[in-house]
């Protein structure tokens, strides 16, 4: 399958991607047993889904907390001028930061969303003076600073559509 198709997930893959995607260091054994196929048959259907494109990445997940970055931001920020090349810029600069988690572009009264990771506030305020107050074409932006985390992860519900509310 090509990356830039959908490709077509049987109940199986769907299957094998619930078992796996909550921890990816189960045995193609182990996945084999709870899906009802071989470990050769998941092997090959864990590399298929791979090379589609349905599984981006296999990481672990650390604790901000844990290395040093008790602080998490989420940050809507505003540009001046939208368009391809503005935009584009946007986007490849703000990628270069380490302390940005997660950054999507949204539909609204701001232009992105980032998840910003930091030390303290200090170290926030810094990033913000080198990645946001520096760039010309950033209007304004607004921070939220989150005081629990409640659900932190990357799963995508796929059973959830096959068993309804």
Known sequence: ???????????LDTKILETYQ??????AHTIGEAVGLSTAAVQRRLQRLREAGVI???????SPK??????TCLVAVELERE???HTARFRRRIAAFPEVQQCYGIT???????VVL???MESYDAFTRRALLSDENVRSFTTHVVLDRVKVGVGV?????????
Do not use: C, S
Not at 1 to 11: A, S, Y
Not at 66 to 71: D, E, I, S, T
Not at 157 to 165: D, E, I, N, T, Y
């Open 1 to 11: 399958m090509r990356k830039n198709r959908t490709p077509v997930l049987d109940e």
């Open 22 to 27: 909550p921890d990816t260091r189960l045995p």
């Open 56 to 62: 981006e990445r296999e990481v672990a997940q650390v």
């Open 66 to 71: 844990a290395v040093g970055f008790p602080v």
């Open 83 to 85: 368009g391809g090349d």
């Open 108 to 114: 609204g009264p701001a232009d992105f969303f980032l």
């Open 118 to 120: 930091a030390a303290d």
């Open 157 to 165: 519900p796929l059973g959830a559509a096959r068993r309804g509310p």
